[in-house]
């Protein structure tokens, strides 16, 4: 069976970053950020407003290491 991957919603996101919604939407807009994960493929519902921004945790830490150029990462999203 196939492991499940661990979600974060945009609200984590922004904490940890320390970032506004707004924000962190714009960078997807734009191509800086990851886009957010498809819900339907990992088979989950999806839902309105804010909730609808998740991302795994994996993409999340690659985006990291991308954008800071090290692997070695201080912000992990786990």
């Known amino acids: 069976m196939k492991e499940r991957p661990l979600f974060r919603d945009i609200k ?3 904490e940890v970053l320390g970032r506004s919604p707004q924000t962190i939407k714009r960078w ?3 191509g800086a950020f990851p886009r ?3 819900h339907s ?3 989950l519902a999806r839902l ?6 998740m ?3 994996d993409d ?3 985006w990291y290491a991308a954008f800071t150029g090290k ?3 201080s912000i992990k999203f786990f």
């Open 48 to 53: 309105g407003g804010t909730e609808a921004y």
């Open 28 to 30: 997807v807009k734009k």
């Open 60 to 62: 999340l830490n690659n």
């Open 55 to 57: 991302w795994t945790t």
């Open 36 to 38: 957010p994960c498809n």
């Open 41 to 43: 493929e990992f088979g």
């Open 12 to 14: 984590y996101v922004c």
């Open 71 to 73: 692997n070695d990462l």
